[in-house]
Nanobody
């Protein structure tokens, strides 16, 4: 059984920065694709960023490209999402998700999810 645990988030003013971290753990040594999605009130969940199983490739939504950076600890299913130049429209619940290869940006193909963490950006 895979457990996905997120930490971080909180309240920040527009233009500020926050960091999120996530660990996916199970009893095997398999390396997961790690991704972040977010869901704002009244909106569908959307892709934010993802990293390949070894951290060699990263993927971003156009809305966060240049502002957010995803990275992972080598050989561990732990990733970090650094969010800079935050905007009020970044306000959402952020979810970490994990799956086996390949990297995909569609949420329905991710089998393992964290509980979500709130990010609020005030104007």
């Amino acid at each position: 059984q895979v457990q996905v645990v997120e930490s971080g988030g909180g309240l920040v003013q527009a233009g500020g920065s926050l960091g999120l971290s996530c660990t996916a753990s199970d009893s095997t040594t398999v390396s997961f694709v790690m991704a972040w999605f977010r869901q704002a009130p009244g909106k569908e969940r959307e892709f934010v960023a993802a990293t390949s199983w070894n951290g060699g490739s990263t993927y971003y939504a156009d809305s966060v490209k240049g502002r957010f950076t995803i990275s992972r600890v080598n050989s561990k299913n732990t990733d970090y999402l650094r969010m800079n130049s935050l905007k009020p429209e970044d306000t959402a619940v952020y979810y970490c998700a994990a799956k086996l290869n390949p990297v995909l940006t569609t949420d329905r193909v991710y089998a393992h999810w964290g509980q979500g963490t709130q990010v609020t950006v005030s104007a």
